[in-house]
């Protein structure tokens, strides 16, 4: 985001959305003492709210890990910040349900606390990545061989 080329790029795609994913380093408060400052949050909001926003009729869609009160206030002013959803844990019923429905094995029997969603998909890339593996290397389990 704090490349030159970063915003003639998105210039060229007007009425888009811009999804930033795991954006804690770039949203964190510019005045905190662990933070070095850099220009993705003045970025960030020149692409939100200024002309260049005005221009441009981008929507941001931010993804992060860490506490609200941790991200640079600026970003949280009244019509900057349209939503906030915070996805917490799941309960013990809900990630073993989902192993089952996505054929995880073990259907998370070995779930005994809430999870994130991230983890029962952690999961599921971690079978699919086994399962690959094995096909490679020319295993199959019983169920496939005829």
Known sequence: MTKPGFLPFLMRYPN???IVEDAENIIRDRNQDTFV??????????????????????QIICTFNCDVKSIDSALLRDG????????DKL???????L???????????DIHESTPLAEVYAR??????ALWNDLENGRTSSKNKR
Request: proline fraction near 4%.
């Open 99 to 109: 192993c089952l429905e996505l054929g995880i094995p073990g259907n998370g029997d």
């Open 91 to 97: 309960s013990v019923e809900n990630p073993r349900h």
């Open 80 to 87: 900057r910040l349209v939503v906030e959803h915070k996805f």
């Open 16 to 18: 888009s959305i811009l």
């Open 124 to 129: 599921k890339n971690a079978a699919l990545g």
């Open 37 to 58: 400052a850099n220009q993705a949050v003045s970025n960030l909001l020149n692409l939100s709210d200024s002309l260049l926003g005005d221009a441009m009729h981008q």
